[in-house]
């Protein structure tokens, strides 16, 4: 930015249920990027969806940007003066909503894909199919999978895959201080948990040398705790929510993470913050998550309790040298694929000059 020159006013519009999810994460990430670059005024607009409640920790990550974060109704008059005050708007999925007022506030979008494309054909899919082709000049997919998922098999012109933009921890624990597994999810259905409790269950390792610490919490916890109150697990420890600080500690003390879903997931945010301090994940193949987790991943299918069970074995019977080197090439391997808040500097002055 030149001595005089206004900096670039850009909207960053994402739908939100009020929780501290990977969206939600993702959009604060680019707006905390972003702080070194004032050549671009990002501000974020929060849509409130049905069923919204601001929660805590969410609000808590939201206070130190002051205005430049708002929470506004969807499809409203604040959405429409959002839009309209912006040079260039950058929109999480093709929400009918943002995208129409940019078109009709002739402002350039860029579109970052987040969510696989549901089966279906109904009104309201045709209008995101036709939008996300028609109205954005450049898509963002937050993985191949997601990606193919709208697109088939051959990319649109102005589209790539671009992993989220989020705040990683940094620093590493000495493998000898490493012990056990950690999942670290909400506790919903198909995000896995039921399957890793028995999968924990038949490995049968020693619950000293290889316990299982559980993050976060939901509507399945009372299913789960019965359940390894049948079993008789022991080394299985809850540790609830845990701010971002308590839960990057959490995964640096462990030697794996583990990323189970069955659900066909969009990305895998935790195996990212996993490999972000070294710590290499076992993985279904669901969705994004191999994306995510890298090369370095011990892989089973979804759903696959002895397969599940065969690869924390697997990383248990693992030696040190060989887990040293997974660590290793699963941290330096993410540094290569991460784009920084200059990418999107920069593709935001690209949409504005065209």
């Known amino acids: 930015m030149t001595s005089g020159q ?34 671009v005024k990002l ?17 808590a990550a939201c206070a130190p940007f002051g205005a430049r974060v708002q929470f506004i109704p969807r ?20 929400s009918p909503d943002t995208l129409l007022a940019a078109q009709l506030a002739r402002c350039p979008v860029l579109v970052n894909v987040i969510n696989h494309r549901t089966p279906g054909n109904s009104p309201r899919q045709r209008a995101w199919d036709v939008l996300l082709r028609r109205a954005a000049a450049r898509r963002f997919y937050i993985s191949d999978f997601v990606r193919r998922s709208w697109e088939g098999p051959a990319a649109w012109p102005d589209s790539e895959v671009v992993f989220p933009l989020c705040e990683l921890a940094s620093g590493e ?11 670290a999810a909400r506790w919903i259905e198909n995000k896995g948990l039921d399957t890793l409790v028995e999968a924990y269950a038949q490995a049968a390792l020693d619950p000293a040398r290889w316990p299982l610490c559980l993050i976060g919490d939901g509507p399945l916890r009372p299913r789960i705790e019965r359940r390894l109150a049948e079993l008789g697990v022991r080394g299985v420890t809850a540790l609830g929510f845990l701010s971002q600080s308590e839960k990057a500690d959490a995964i640096r003390a462990a030697r794996w993470m583990v990323v189970p879903p ?9 195996a990212i913050e996993a490999r972000a301090v070294g710590v290499p994940c076992i993985i279904t193949r669901d969705g994004g998550v191999p994306e995510a987790a890298g090369r370095e991943a011990l892989v089973c299918e979804p759903g696959d309790i002895p397969g599940l069970a065969a690869c924390l074995r697997a990383a248990a019977e693992m030696s040190d040298g060989e887990y040293a080197t997974r660590a290793r090439r699963t941290r330096d391997s993410l540094a290569q694929e991460l784009r920084g808040p200059e990418f999107y500097a920069h593709a935001y002055r690209e949409l504005a000059e065209r």
């Open 6 to 39: 206004a900096p670039l006013r850009v909207a960053l519009v994402s739908p939100t249920f009020g929780g501290y999810g990977g969206m939600e994460a993702f959009a604060l990430g680019i707006l905390r990027g972003l702080a070194a670059h004032p050549e």
């Open 262 to 270: 069955n659900t066909r997931e969009d990305f895998g945010l935790t």
């Open 173 to 183: 624990r000495p493998i000898e201080q490493r012990r056990g597994f950690v999942f």
């Open 43 to 59: 501000t974020v607009f929060f849509k409130r969806v049905a069923s919204f409640e601001l929660r805590p920790e969410f609000a």
């Open 75 to 94: 499809a409203s008059g604040a959405l429409w003066r959002a839009v309209g005050d912006a040079e260039v708007v950058h929109s999480f999925n093709p």
